[in-house]
């Protein structure tokens, strides 16, 4: 669905860019989208820095970049989620960001995967919670 200037929606754009991976990267950055938004439903999809497709809720959940050899969650708010599975395994050294780095042929923990989109969300309605008044 296009907006009032012609202009394709965040989630458009998101399609054609994985239309656009031929190839495994493809095929992770729509498996990934999809255990986003079974985790949060509610999820919101925005598409920044010039080609970034980015999941929100109530704040930044994380980014789906694509490179040559990976396809990258970074997670807005990272060192602040419980990792119990160890799935972040990129940008560890950052006080704010975690980064889970899935390279072709790795196996995705579609429920371990779930459980941190659902805790940065919590974090994020928490923070917000605590703001209002």
């Known amino acids: ?5 012609g202009e394709a929606s965040p989630s458009q754009l998101i399609d054609a860019k994985i239309k656009g991976l031929d190839d495994w990267r493809g095929e992770t950055l729509a498996r990934v989208r999809a255990l986003i938004r079974q985790a ?5 999809e925005e598409w920044k ?5 980015v999941w929100s809720h109530a704040g930044m959940i994380c980014t789906g970049e694509t ?3 990976a396809v990258k969650l970074t997670f807005a708010k990272g060192a602040s ?3 119990p599975s160890g799935l972040f395994n990129s940008s560890l050294e950052g006080n704010t960001r975690r980064a ?3 390279h072709e042929g790795d196996k995705i923990d579609d429920e371990a995967l779930k459980a941190i989109i659902r805790a ?6 928490s923070k917000r919670a605590r703001l209002q008044p």
Do not use: S
Not at 1 to 5: I, P, R, S, V, Y
Not at 49 to 53: E, F, H, I, L
Not at 120 to 125: D, I, K, R, S, Y
């Open 100 to 102: 889970i780095d899935i």
């Open 120 to 125: 940065a969300v919590a974090l994020n309605t």
């Open 1 to 5: 669905m296009k907006d009032e200037a």
């Open 67 to 69: 490179y040559k050899t």
């Open 81 to 83: 989620l419980e990792d």
């Open 40 to 44: 949060d439903p509610e999820v919101v």
């Open 49 to 53: 820095w010039r080609g970034v497709p």
